[in-house]
């Protein structure tokens, strides 16, 4: 008898082992420096925004970066930096100092933003121009 077999099918199988370049998983320092400049970006996207006046409302600043990582960086719980958005007469000096650390701003700048808002949800006749 004589051996009809060919040597294409090892080949085929041979071939597809073959990676045209090795795959390199990151490291978890490449995820956290990764997670730390994505972090960045979004600070200073909101420092611009506050400077420039572009950013006139807690909601603008959501967009870009979540209440509930806003508390966390502030080190308020999540219900009382919410109650503090929607009455914004509520911050304290030393939270608003926080605030303008964590945004990378000048004080005066978020004092201005939220005496802004103070303005725009009060009721009250004091606060109109």
């Given amino acids: 008898m004589t051996d009809t077999t ?3 099918g090892t080949e085929k ?11 390199v998983r990151p490291t978890d320092n490449t995820k956290i420096e990764a997670a730390g400049t994505k972090r960045r970006n979004k600070l200073d996207a909101i420092r611009h925004g506050l400077e420039s006046g572009h950013i ?7 967009a ?8 966390i960086e502030l080190n308020i ?3 009382a930096f919410r109650n503090k958005v929607n009455h914004p007469g509520e911050f304290t000096f030393h939270e608003a100092m926080r605030l303008s650390a964590l945004f990378g701003v000048k004080y005066d700048a ?12 009060s009721k009250s006749r004091i606060f109109r121009n």
């Fill in 110 to 121: 978020i004092n201005a933003f939220i005496w802004n808002l103070i303005k725009v949800k």
């Fill in 77 to 79: 719980s999540f219900y």
């Fill in 64 to 71: 870009i970066i979540s209440e509930t990582r806003i508390s």
């Fill in 13 to 23: 199988r041979s071939a597809k082992r073959k990676d045209p370049a090795p795959r």
């Fill in 56 to 62: 006139t409302s807690f909601e603008q600043i959501f």
């Fill in 6 to 8: 060919s040597n294409t």
